[in-house]
């Protein structure tokens, strides 16, 4: 009888190398797809809350929400109440599904200085700000109020709701349903080149010294950005206004896609 012959060493190597090689090959591809997968869920979380807040807006005066309502009343207790009336708390009857509410691919962790037990749910997205004043070109050129003075902006005077972003992607530890949706003051943060994109984060004071991260949320370089329209698009967070934005580009009408003013959707 013949004996069978094994494989030799160097035939062994040869198809483990062929293997690592396919491996390599074919293990970004699956976390790409992986990727996408998460931001089309994504799309589809910040189409839901656009339609919410297009909802609200029809409850009351064609207005949008506000970021905050009344005071935050800031508690240590994880079975304690609600410490502010945050962008979910409002549209919440709009949606009635706390899931679209956090992204996927959102894995900031929460903290409510007592442990992640008493967060409620993670909040992924924030609606830009308004505030009238000296700052209103220049940083505070959103929709939405925070403070009890101000008034959200009325969707008439939206100038082209089709080029106007009003919701990002804010991944951040203090984002949660027991706080609120955080939001940025400045919307220059959301393009500030300097600004994080995830899986990049900067650390801040919350609980403790340094124990908060924040970024802008990314899907392979790309923000998801919902418009005053009802649609989403993913899109570099640096192609979204004309940098720097300052007084010059304010006085020059550059090109803004977070300013609610028609004025800044040309050059």
């Given at each position: 009888m013949r004996r069978r012959r094994g494989f030799t060493?160097?035939?062994?190597?040869?198809?483990?190398?062929?293997?690592?090689?396919?491996a390599?090959?074919?293990f970004p591809v699956f976390a790409q797809?992986?990727?996408?997968?998460?931001?089309?869920?994504?799309?589809n979380n910040m189409k839901q809350l656009l339609t919410a807040g297009m909802m609200y807006m029809q409850d009351y005066d064609e207005k949008f929400h506000r970021l905050l309502t009344g005071a935050r009343v800031l508690n240590n207790n994880p079975n304690g109440p609600d410490q502010a009336f945050g962008?979910?708390?409002?549209?919440?009857?709009y949606v009635k599904n706390e899931g679209i509410f956090s992204c996927p691919s959102?894995?900031?962790?929460?903290?409510?200085?007592?442990?992640?037990?008493?967060?409620?749910?993670?909040?992924?997205?924030s609606w830009t700000h308004y505030?009238?004043?000296?700052?209103?070109?220049?940083?505070?050129?959103g929709v939405c109020a925070y403070y009890a003075t101000e008034d959200s902006r009325p969707l008439a005077v939206i100038g082209r709701p089709a080029e106007t972003i009003v919701l990002y992607e804010l991944w951040t530890t203090v984002s949660y349903s027991r706080h609120m949706?955080?939001?940025?003051?400045?919307?220059?943060n959301i393009a500030n080149p300097s600004w994080p994109d995830a899986p990049n984060s900067f650390a801040f004071n919350w609980c403790g010294s340094g124990d908060a991260r924040m970024t802008i949320g990314a899907h392979q370089q790309r923000t998801n950005f919902g418009f005053a329209d009802g649609h989403v698009k993913g899109m570099p967070r640096r192609a979204i206004m004309y940098w720097p934005w300052d007084a010059t580009?304010?006085?020059?009408l550059r090109r803004n896609l977070i300013h609610w003013d028609e004025r800044f959707k040309g050059n």
């Open positions: 060493l160097i035939e062994l190597l040869v198809v483990i190398a062929i293997i690592a090689i396919l390599a090959i074919l797809a992986r990727e996408k997968a998460r931001q089309t869920t994504c799309v962008m979910e708390n409002a549209l919440m009857p959102d894995n900031i962790r929460r903290d409510d200085c007592t442990g992640p037990t008493g967060i409620g749910f993670p909040i992924s997205y505030q009238s004043g000296q700052w209103a070109d220049t940083a505070t050129f949706a955080w939001w940025r003051w400045d919307n220059t580009a304010v006085q020059q």
